[in-house]
């Protein structure tokens, strides 16, 4: 069982602004950068955002990080067909001396 | 580009053994840690090994850890994991990935399947 709790199942329609949220504790989101990944059916995972709310180059800037405390979210603008998808985020936990990894988010885009 | 090519993968009796390795192209191997994270059919990711650039410093999971050997060959540049007495519930698509910073990976391969069945 993952102790980085996302949401299950959000939807949107094309357009539509989404957050997933990513909840934590002091001795990993609260302490430690948050990564976020998208995996698209049958691929594997791509890097989103790291360092809570960095985007590497090419990934568009529909998407944005941001963290308070121990919680973090992932914000999608602009919703498009293509950000049908898993989404996990992912940190550094101290306690554990791992990288632990949220359950996992899967988005429709209706 | 950096390509990450994961081969070894297969079916397996439980506790039997596999060796799985990952070639890394495309970057300068010795300069980056590297992991292993799987992912169990229809199910989330799970981190399972890390490794130093320089094998000193090595970290696994908790299920994971005495049974499974990372390791790397930077002259090869590939990096390797060794599963020993595996187990049903260690079926999973397996990934190789670079590690960006804070442990977490940047890029990340295909994957490979093991499949732990009788």
């Known amino acids: 069982q993952s102790v980085l709790t996302q949401p299950p199942s ?10 997933i949220s990513c909840s934590g504790s002091s001795s990993n989101v609260g ?3 948050v990564y976020w990944y998208q995996q698209l059916p049958g691929t594997a995972p791509k890097l989103l955002i790291y360092r809570d709310n960095q985007r590497p180059s090419g990934v568009p800037d529909r998407f944005s990080g941001s963290k308070s405390g121990t919680s973090a979210s ?5 919703l498009r067909s293509e950000d ?8 550094w936990d101290d306690s554990l001396s791992g990288v632990l990894f949220g359950g996992g988010t899967k988005l429709t885009v209706l | 580009q950096v390509q990450l090519v994961e081969s070894g993968g297969g079916l397996v009796e439980p506790g039997g053994s596999l060796r799985l390795s990952c070639a890394a192209s495309g970057f300068t191997f010795t ?3 590297m992991s292993w ?4 059919p229809g199910k989330g990711l799970e981190w399972v090994s890390y490794i130093s650039s320089d094998d000193y410093t090595i970290y696994y999971s908790d299920s994971v850890k005495g049974r499974f050997t990372i390791s790397r060959d930077n002259a090869k540049n590939s990096l390797y994991l060794q599963m020993n007495s595996l187990r049903a519930e260690d079926t999973a698509v397996y990934y190789c990935a670079r590690v960006h910073e804070w442990f977490l990976p940047d890029y ?4 490979t399947l093991v499949t732990v069945s009788s």
């Open chain 1, 31 to 33: 302490r430690n950068y």
């Open chain 2, 108 to 111: 990340w391969g295909q994957g």
């Open chain 2, 37 to 40: 994270v799987r992912q169990a």
């Open chain 2, 31 to 33: 300069e980056y840690y």
């Open chain 1, 74 to 78: 992932l914000t999608i603008s602009g």
């Open chain 1, 84 to 91: 049908e998808a898993d989404y996990y985020c992912a940190a």
């Open chain 1, 10 to 19: 959000p939807s949107g329609t094309p357009g539509q602004r989404v957050t």
